[in-house]
């Protein structure tokens, strides 16, 4: 039996991108970040500005860690 590889640039590139239902579910996180509370946000060592600066990040402005090889 023979597998086929897609050893292209563009199937290099597709294994790299999440997917639409990652971006999305990345994005609903970012909103719930951005509306809990101080006690919460202290919980989980973030400040205020970082929840709302991570928040107000577009959908397409993925993690690092999500394009690394």
């Not at 590889?5 to 999440?18: H, N, Q, S």
């Not at 919980?43 to 500005?49: N, P």
């Given at each position: 039996?023979?597998f086929l590889?897609?050893?292209?640039?563009?199937?290099?590139?597709?294994?790299?991108?999440?997917?639409?239902?990652?971006?999305?579910a990345l994005?609903?996180?970012?909103?719930?970040?951005a509306v809990?509370?101080?006690?919460?946000?202290?919980?989980?060592?973030?400040?205020?500005?970082?929840?709302?600066?991570?928040?107000?990040?577009?959908?397409?402005?993925?993690?690092?860690?999500?394009?690394?090889?």
């Amino acid at each position: 039996m023979t597998f086929l590889t897609d050893t292209t640039t563009a199937g290099r590139l597709r294994r790299r991108l999440p997917s639409f239902g990652a971006l999305f579910a990345l994005a609903r996180q970012r909103r719930a970040l951005a509306v809990l509370d101080t006690e919460r946000l202290r919980d989980i060592g973030v400040t205020r500005a970082q929840a709302l600066q991570e928040a107000h990040r577009p959908i397409w402005d993925i993690p690092e860690h999500w394009s690394e090889n």
